[in-house]
């Protein structure tokens, strides 16, 4: 009886909440609440079996397929109501669409790909060219060579100071103009330290060009290992480095260029004062530091015959007319007391020379300078050669 109270209870509490109206003869049972978890358990399993069962199309119909649209077990295997493709086609769509996808994906990838290879090997074709043709130019091999011979003929020149004015218009006490000799004016002592000054200048700029050829030939080599030796990879990535040189080596060269240039020479000291030249206004000296071409042996033009020998020698340049040369000879092989002295001193001012009073089958040293004169300040080398006299025959013995 107390079982029946309860489910009656329930059953009201249910029909409420479904929106119900109960019948007036169903009361709840008084002393119980209808809202007790024990009354919601009772009044769920009245209704499950107080429902009617619903077909198998309405309950799917609830879970989302279209009003009035009943799908049975041979709907999964055809086509649907309402437009849904089947099973087995809507997979085999999706797997070509996908497979379609992917070739074109892999078509991109393999073009894009390609694409940035020929970029890259573009790249790398325009900027060795662009080495090539300066080490072809700028820095050819040939170029460096010419350099080279250069600074071994700057080595073997005659460097002397040059002053200008040469000559100053000096008035005497009867106000005369006397044409004056710069050197007549020059305070000696000062003009020495002047040509020791040309003498270190003269040296540190043959020390220079050699240096400054060495760093060219260098560098050279530098990017020629680059271009010949390195890989695509490796010459792209060291490209920044590969041009910071070629700005190197160009700016060098400038430099090597400019410092052949003949410049002017600064002193600190006056070289004239106004006692020597007599209340006149002090000129404005310039002092230049300038090199003299060496002079060499014609060796084709220069023979010995039985006690003479006939010498020839040239400068690379046209030398003045008043140039004036010493040629000094000795004997190599001394035997005798005699031949001890055998050697001497002629002076010229022509490129020929004849010496006489030789001893025949004898070998003699030759060297040819240019005469020493006041404003020399570097002469370092002098060309030599050895000439040998031929030996008398039976007939010069016997006379």
């Known amino acids: 009886m107390q079982s029946e109270t309860a489910l009656s209870a329930c059953t009201h509490t249910l029909l409420v909440d479904e929106g119900e109206t109960p019948s007036p003869n169903h009361r709840p049972a008084p002393g119980l609440s209808p809202h007790t978890p024990q009354c919601a358990a009772m009044a769920t399993a009245e209704a499950c079996r107080l429902q009617p069962a619903r077909p198998q199309g309405e309950g ?28 087995g086609q809507a997979s085999f769509g999706i797997m070509n669409v996908n497979l379609n996808e992917f070739e074109t994906n892999s078509e991109n990838t393999v073009r894009g790909t390609e694409e940035q290879d020929n970029a890259i090997w573009r790249r790398y074709n325009e900027r060795s060219s662009l080495v090539r043709q300066y080490l072809q130019s700028d820095l050819s091999l040939h170029l460096l060579e010419t350099h080279q011979k250069r600074v071994e003929l700057l ?97 060098t060269m400038n430099d090597f260029l400019s410092i052949q240039v003949s410049r002017r020479l600064y002193t600190k000291h006056r070289l004239v004062s106004c006692a020597d030249i007599r209340g006149s206004k002090i ?71 004849v010496v006489q009073g030789l001893l025949p089958d004898r070998s003699y040293e030759f060297m040819i300078r240019r005469a020493e004169i006041y404003t020399l300040v570097y002469e370092l080398w002098h060309d030599t050669i050895t000439l040998t006299t031929k030996a008398n025959t039976a007939e010069d013995r016997s006379t």
């Open 283 to 353: 000129p404005d000296i310039r002092l230049f530091l300038c090199a003299k071409m060496p002079v060499m042996f014609d060796r084709n033009e220069s023979f010995a015959h039985k006690n003479w020998a006939h010498l020839k020698w040239s400068t690379e340049n046209q030398e003045s007319p008043h140039e004036q040369y010493e040629l000094h000879f000795k004997l190599l092989k001394r035997g005798t007391q005699a031949e001890f002295g055998h050697c001497g001193l002629v002076t010229r001012t022509t490129n020929t020379c």
């Open 155 to 251: 080595k073997k020149c005659c460097y002397y100071i040059e002053v200008l004015p040469t000559f100053l218009i000096l008035r005497d006490q009867n106000l005369l103009a006397l044409p004056t000799s710069i050197f007549q004016v020059i305070d000696p002592w000062k003009f020495l330290r002047v040509k020791k000054l040309g003498r270190s200048q003269t040296e540190i700029h043959l020390q220079l060009l050699t240096h400054l050829l060495e760093e060219l030939q260098q560098g050279r080599e530098e990017l020629v290992c680059y271009v010949e030796t390195c890989d695509m990879v490796t010459f792209l990535s060291k490209w920044d480095l590969i041009e910071q040189r070629m700005s190197d080596l160009s700016k």
């Open 60 to 87: 799917q119909a609830r879970l989302g397929a279209p009003r009035g649209a009943e799908v049975g077990r041979g709907s999964l295997a055809g086509q649907g109501e309402g437009g849904l493709p089947k099973v």
